[in-house]
């Protein structure tokens, strides 16, 4: 079921000063930024060559990212990003497995143009998942 890793997600306070800091120290080529109120963030991708980050900075006043950054006011890791072949097989095989999918349970559409869930971090050692249909 379980695809290449399609990107880990940055919770960022500042998204500027994170692009400055992966364009300029680090030497890493950026996406343009892209917001996207449905989900409460501004998302920036850092191509990596095997995979990407996602430098993601709230968006709006009921951002999912806020009480992250909140307990984490420099930042940190949010979540990581895992393609699937089939998001509604992939769906109801955690279900039916005892994970907990986040929301109603129906993929959204997430930046790349393609449909995203999440899983509940407490199932999976505290990591935040998101899986991506290919
Ligand atoms: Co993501």
Known sequence: MLGRL???????????AAMAAYRD???ARLSAQQALPEHG???VFVDVGNTK?????PLG????????????PSGGMHHVCYEVDDILAARDH?????????GDGNPKIGAHGK?????????FF?????????
């Open 6 to 16: 399609n990107h880990v997600a940055l919770a960022v306070p500042d998204l500027a």
């Open 25 to 27: 120290t680090l030497g």
């Open 41 to 43: 963030v501004t998302v």
């Open 53 to 57: 980050i996602e430098l993601l900075e």
């Open 61 to 72: 006043e009921a951002s999912p990212i806020a009480a992250f950054l909140e307990k984490n």
């Open 94 to 102: 955690l279900k039916a497995s005892g994970a907990r999918v986040l």
């Open 115 to 123: 449909p995203v869930l999440f899983l509940h971090p407490k199932d």
């Open 126 to 134: 505290g990591t935040l998942v998101e899986l991506e249909q290919a």
